[in-house]
């Protein structure tokens, strides 16, 4: 079954704490891109990764981190956690081309305390 | 600028048609489409309309854009309580930047 899977679903962490959110996608897909949702804000982008080894800031990138060593695996990292990066995080993938829809995870709900 | 708005919520009966709106700011965007996002759930492409196209037919959907007043709207015909989710208005110009709205929630009463 074509999917994004990521993990964890739930994540309770404290503050300073570095921890990874993985992301992974069966499609072959080129494009991959992390968002954060909140309320009141909708989906904001955190990064994105056009093909392996190329990865490129979002609207949001601070305090996170990520890599792209694989063209499946996209993992995000929290090198020293807040609690303003408490939030539901979902990681997307697409073909790459003009009218490419993005898939989505199920998310990750992430609170730090 | 790269903004999209929508209202927060909406309420109607089963069997009723749904209508969400969405309003974007750059008209040079490509591509408009609407996601569903159901609880606990990540989004998933409804449809979406190419900035050339006024309408789009699918079913139980249709879009209408009107690109002059920069306004996108679905319609849900006989809305049926499975239809319950957060809409999300979207917009890009490649594949690269997509700007979400802040979607809204449809609430269908049985």
């Known amino acids: 079954e074509a999917q994004v899977t990521q993990n964890p679903r739930y994540l309770i962490t404290v503050t300073g704490k570095k921890l990874t959110v993985t992301c992974s996608q069966n499609?072959?897909?080129?494009?991959m891109s992390w968002y954060r949702q909140d309320p009141g804000l909708g989906l904001r982008q955190i990064y994105y990764s056009m093909n392996v080894e190329v990865t490129d800031k979002g609207d949001v990138p601070e305090g996170y981190k990520v890599s792209r060593k694989e063209k499946r695996n996209f993992p995000l990292i929290l090198e020293s956690p807040s609690p303003n990066q408490t939030s539901l995080y979902f990681c997307?993938?697409?073909?790459?081309?003009?009218?490419?829809?993005?898939?989505f995870g199920n998310g990750t709900r992430l609170t730090v305390t | 600028g790269e903004d999209v708005e929508q209202s927060l919520f909406l309420s109607v009966r089963e069997g009723d048609s749904s209508v969400i709106n969405c309003t974007y700011t750059?008209?040079?965007?490509?591509?408009l489409y609407w996601y569903k996002q159901e609880p606990g759930a990540g989004l998933q492409l409804l449809t979406y309309?190419?900035?050339?196209?006024d309408m789009k037919q699918d079913q139980r959907l249709t879009v209408l854009l009107n690109k002059k007043d920069k306004h996108l709207s679905l319609r849900i015909a006989d809305t049926q309580t499975g239809d319950s989710a957060i809409y999300f208005c979207?917009?890009?110009?490649?594949?690269?930047?997509?700007?979400f709205g802040i979607g809204t929630k449809l609430q269908v009463i049985p």
């Open positions: 997307a993938s697409s073909l790459g081309q003009a009218m490419s829809p993005l898939h």
């Open positions: 979207a917009e890009s110009w490649g594949y690269q930047k997509v700007t």
């Open positions: 309309i190419f900035s050339n196209m």
């Open positions: 750059d008209s040079s965007s490509t591509y």
């Open positions: 499609m072959n897909h080129e494009y």
